[in-house]
């Protein structure tokens, strides 16, 4: 019975961390937009992410995001705060920087912040997903 | 050196420029939310003046004595520079026993170039969490 129990445990833990959903975040005009596939324990850890700012586009997938390639370099996120950096692929220049708040209660939750993208503009950015 | 005390003067004379942060959340549960603060250039200080807020016609406080507030609302847990504004509203009334938090604000702020991004959110213990984005309306 035990060992019933123990691998039901396992099962429902190894469905959590292959859950996986995007936190999208923009601008109010869609100018600027960031999206990061967040799946592990508490959605923790993000496996891709596209960027877009007008019509220029990156990703670190083109072939299922079409864009410039570009790469996860730092990112955090935790209960109060969502840090994500981009770099290019040989991890010379910093693309974007995204620097949001997060908060939750009863009545739902938030997040938001502001996203960088040197040499091309800063936005002020609300972000939608887990 | 004398040439250069009208200067001296002026620039010790100008006081901390006061300006309003408009902000909004996408979808647009805030009839208004808005801070006013000065920042000194000369220091880099900044101070916060005035906040208020009002969520969907119905829950809302100004940072002040006001007939609406039910009591008194004051700033407490500011943390405030060039990255960040980040404060909570407290409302005090000892005759109703109100000694709460009422919201709290969380917002990063990057300047690049001649650009400024502010946004961040709101928390609303009472009424929710809304993300928002912040625009300086001089």
Redesign the interface.
């Known amino acids: 019975m035990r060992i019933l129990a123990l691998a039901a445990v396992l099962i429902g833990l190894t469905s959590a961390t292959q859950a996986t959903e995007w936190i999208e975040c923009a601008?109010?005009t869609g100018e600027a937009r960031l999206g990061v596939l967040a799946g592990g324990l508490d959605f923790a850890q993000f496996s891709r992410t596209h960027l877009s700012v007008g019509v220029e586009s990156w990703s670190t997938d083109p072939s299922l995001e079409p864009g410039t390639p570009l790469t996860i370099a730092d990112s955090f996120f935790g209960a109060?705060e969502l840090h994500v950096t981009l770099t290019d692929n040989d991890r010379n220049a910093v693309l974007a920087e995204l620097?949001?708040?997060?908060?939750?209660?009863e009545?739902?939750?938030?997040?938001?912040?502001?996203?960088?993208v040197?040499g091309k503009?800063?936005?002020?950015?609300?972000?939608e997903g887990p | 050196m004398l040439r250069l005390l009208p200067i001296l003067v002026i620039a010790f004379a100008t006081p901390a420029a006061a300006y309003t942060l408009d902000c909004?959340?996408?979808a647009g549960d805030l009839n208004y939310f808005e801070i006013v603060e000065t920042h000194d250039e000369a220091t880099g200080d900044y101070a916060l003046v005035s906040a208020r807020f009002k969520i969907m016609d119905e829950l809302g406080y100004t940072s002040a004595h006001d007939p609406s507030n039910d009591g008194d609302v004051s700033f407490v847990n500011v943390d405030q520079d060039t990255d960040r504004l980040v404060f909570d509203m407290h409302l005090l009334n000892a005759d109703k026993g109100y000694d709460t938090i009422v919201a709290?604000v969380?917002?990063?702020?990057?300047?690049?170039?001649s650009?400024?991004?502010?946004?961040?959110?709101?928390?609303v213990?009472a009424?929710?969490?809304?993300?928002?984005?912040?625009?300086i309306a001089r």
Do not use: M
């Open positions: 601008d109010a109060t620097r949001a708040f997060v908060v939750s209660n009545h739902g939750d938030a997040k938001g912040g502001v996203l960088t040197p503009g800063v936005w002020a950015v609300s972000c | 909004s959340d996408p709290s969380r917002l990063d702020r990057v300047y690049e170039g650009q400024t991004g502010i946004g961040g959110v709101l928390h213990p009424g929710g969490a809304f993300g928002v984005a912040c625009t």
